[in-house]
């Protein structure tokens, strides 16, 4: 089992930048499938970013593509978002979650495939 928790939300100008951090406790953390989801007032929590134990495979929402990173470090058990040129509608909850499952590009984008949450970091980005 693994306990998530998010930090580094907070307020920004457009096109700021903030990184996003997710400590991870438990021994397995190296070997999960690791995501990034958002969730916007009165809109559903959505797919940001997906990343593969190894780091090898990654995937994005094509919204954030080429503005959002997302890596991890294993020896420190931190996933971690790094989000430039930040929008107005970027602003919402953002939550990481881990999956035990090998990576799958399908797979990573839904919610229901992850079993292990976060409590979210907020993220306000003000134009």
């Known amino acids: 089992q693994v306990q998530l928790v998010e930090s580094g939300g907070g307020l920004v100008q457009a096109g700021g930048s903030l990184r996003l951090s997710c400590a991870a406790s438990?021994?397995?953390?190296?070997?999960?499938?690791m995501g990034w989801f958002r969730q916007a007032p009165g809109k559903e929590r959505e797919f940001v970013a997906a990343i593969s134990w190894s780091g090898d495979s990654t995937d994005y929402l094509n919204s954030v593509k080429g503005r959002f990173t997302i890596s991890r470090d294993n020896a420190k058990n931190t996933l971690y978002l790094q989000m430039n040129s930040l929008k107005s509608e970027d602003t919402a909850v953002y939550y990481c979650a881990a999956d035990r499952r090998s990576y799958s590009k399908v797979a990573v984008t839904t919610t229901i495939n992850y079993g292990y949450w976060g409590q979210g970091t907020k993220v306000t980005v003000s134009s």
């Open positions: 438990g021994r397995t953390f190296r070997t999960y499938t």
